[in-house]
């Protein structure tokens, strides 16, 4: 017979829905905590706004150091699912390009989990190995097939995707209007796009045709996912890809 694997201490527990509940409310308090005010909170303050007692979230965290890695594995197991949503509802290209963007947006509201993330060189653990192999994983296969769909750079790797993720998510953060910070995010992702092929320049004496003002301006992004929209000719441009988009911006808006 072979032995039992030792628990991962900050595991999710196999045992009661209690227990299970009780670990989720501290997991979503701490990192509400860690996010609005640093990763200095104590575990006490943690399960008063949590609503436990302290004993509770010992059971679960021994330390300190448990839990914080507890809401970094959880921070990136989201971004995992995220992978997966995005993979089964858009084209391979756009499926990768909106998910960048979703890690970006969400890595830049959680600005000290993701610092405590990328500077605590003890990194990463049992717990957090397992989340950050599943999320590398994951962004292989969207780039996988991005390339396979000719919408990305051959030269492009994974780690290159990663890095540019903590990147961007710096440069959202440090710019004080959202709206421009999104779109240097997605000027910046759209680098990594295949080049488009350019049509055979026309001879220097050849009058140049008049292009339309707006031609410059055809190619915009949906505000809430990223995916590219087709501007028409005519009529208000389009702010979003479709109404889930539409809907989910607006329940944000409702939230704030």
Request: proline share 5%; hydrophobic share 45%; aromatic share 4%.
């Amino acid at each position: 017979m072979t032995a039992a694997a030792a628990p991962v201490p900050g595991a999710a527990p196999a045992g009661r829905a209690d227990a299970r509940r009780n670990r989720e409310i501290v997991l979503r308090t701490a990192m509400r905590m860690f996010t609005e005010e640093g990763l200095e909170v104590s575990l006490g303050r943690i399960a008063q706004r949590a609503g436990v007692g302290a004993g509770t979230v010992y059971r679960h965290f021994p330390s300190k150091e448990i839990l914080v890695e507890a809401v970094l594995a959880e921070h990136v197991e989201g971004f995992v699912a995220a992978a997966g949503r995005w993979a089964a509802r858009a084209a391979p290209g756009e499926a990768l390009f909106g998910f960048l963007l979703e890690v970006i947006e969400k890595s830049a509201g959680r600005q000290h989990v993701c610092d405590a993330l990328t500077a605590d060189k003890s990194w990463p653990r049992a717990m957090l190995t397992a989340a950050a192999q599943r999320f590398h994983e994951a962004l292989e296969r969207l780039l996988c097939e991005a390339k396979q769909a000719g919408a990305i750079r051959a030269d492009v790797r994974a780690d290159d995707l990663a890095a540019l993720a903590v990147g961007g998510a710096a440069l959202r953060s440090a710019h004080r209007d959202r709206v421009r910070g999104t779109r240097l995010v997605r000027l910046l992702l759209d680098g990594l796009r295949t080049p488009a092929v350019t049509k055979v320049g026309s001879f220097r004496d050849a009058p140049s045709p008049q292009r339309h003002e707006s031609a410059a301006h055809s190619v915009r992004h949906c505000a809430e996912c990223g995916a590219r929209l087709r501007v028409h000719a005519t009529g208000r441009p389009p702010r979003y890809c479709g109404p889930t988009c539409r809907q989910r911006a607006r329940r944000r808006r409702i939230a704030t």
